[in-house]
């Protein structure tokens, strides 16, 4: 790929990260050393998407131990960042397995940034594992739905719905993607149209209310998307915008898949009540890049996520394997399932039939 979206550089223990905020017009890294920077770039969305944020805390924790901040103070700064995705505080968690046995004043640092190093190798492994699992689903001619960005720059290399577009589309597929532009920060029309045009891939660009026309034309036949927190029983918080998408799928009998690492499962709760949903700020949504849209001073509810109900999912793809449309037993399975072999013939997806109007 022509860019990257994050990397540590252990010998001067920085985070180099590439300013999302600015896509697609200016391509530029941020060298970050310090907590309190890592932790800024998450709040403000210079690196997003859940799986990209878990691995920037694992490095932040190294950045951490490196500058000889106390890990249990940079700890509870990361986690403070965002609440929805689940990838931040399982790597968190991860990072602290390892660091946690340590004395503060002997820590191993070449194993702290081991382990951070580890959770990017992981993603990416997985991102390669669900390509390869979830192309299947897409079959020649299709033209898919994607939300929000869940690519490259949401994880460490190719993304989670994108890493399934894009392997359909190496297996030599003639498919199409419709991208939402996401409001309120547009990260379909800035990083997801940026990412696939780079890739060579058929990208059209839509405004996230054209996607009832779409489907009522007939002119879409599946969607992928990402996802920040996965119940147990299948429900997934997304990106604002995805529920209604889903609603709208099934109502035409249309399927919705969601790829996700196992890490953005959380198996501690029940279903989606449980997940936490983001508030941002009300100028996300009465200012574009500082120019006002809307009056000033008018009130504004901006939750920056949504939880489609499993029911309304047609599967989940994860490296362990696709769940099928039965999600929570699907899910349970894969728990149990020994991992690593990037999922069994008896888990191997099919298509699901399609239904038109
Ligand atoms: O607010 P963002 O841009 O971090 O939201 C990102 C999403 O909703 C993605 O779809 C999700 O994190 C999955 S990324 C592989």
Redesign the pocket.
Known sequence: MSFFTLQYRPASGTLVLLDQTRLPDVEDYLQLDTVEHIAQAIER?AV????A?GIAAGFAIAVAARSKMPLPEAEVRLARTRPT?VNLFWALARMKKVWGPMAPGALDIARIEAEAQAIYDDEVAASVAMGKIGAPLIADGDAVLT????GAL??AEL???LAVIRAAHKEGKSIRVFAGETRP?L?GARLTAWELMKDGIDVTLIPDSAVAYLLGEDKVQLAV????RIARNGDTA??IGTRGIACLFSQHGRPVYVA?PWSTVDRSIPDGRAIPIEQRSADEVRQIRGLDIAPPGVKVLNP??DVTPAGWLAGIITERGFTGPAIAEGLARLDAAPHGSGGDDDTAPTAIPRVSR
Do not use: E, S
Not at 225 to 228: N, P, T
């Open positions: 969305l997003r998407g859940a799986p944020i995705a939300h929000c960005n869940a949401a994880t993304g989670t719905a920060l990260q998307v990402g996802a920040d997304n990106k996700a920056a996520f």
